[in-house]
Each structure stands twice: as structure tokens, then as C-alpha cells.
């Protein structure tokens, strides 16, 4: 759960600064740094989970 918080709180610091920019409420500098740092957190913590199967490998199959 924990995860998931930290994901969304990411997404929000993707998402937010663009929309106080274009209500002129923060300078371009600002949203460039939050956005970059909201998108390369969201893109590690999120596939943590996820929880997706991954396939199975022809190596772990026995005929």
C-alpha cells in the first residue's frame, strides 16, 4: 500500500505543476524539475506493484 501512495503522489507531481503553470501560478523552471522528478519516480515504483505473471521461459517447461 505503501507502493502505491508514493506512486500516486509521483503522478500528482507529474500532473499538478503543469496545470500552476498554465494558471501562471509557478515559473516554467519549476514544472520542468517536477515533472522530471514525478515521472522517473512513478517509472521505478510502479512496476514494484503491479504484480504482473511474467511468462514462463522454454528452459523452466519440462516435456
Excluded: N
Aim: hydrophobic content about 60%; glycine content about 4%; proline content about 5%.
Amino acid at each position: 500500500m505503501f507502493l502505491k501512495l508514493i506512486s500516486w503522489i509521483a503522478l500528482a507531481a507529474t500532473i499538478v505543476p503543469c496545470l500552476l503553470y498554465f494558471s501562471g501560478m509557478i515559473r516554467h523552471e519549476t514544472v520542468i524539475i517536477s515533472a522530471l522528478v514525478g515521472t522517473v519516480v512513478w517509472f521505478v515504483i510502479t512496476p514494484l506493484w503491479m504484480g504482473r505473471d511474467l511468462p514462463v521461459d522454454a528452459k523452466d517447461i519440462e516435456i
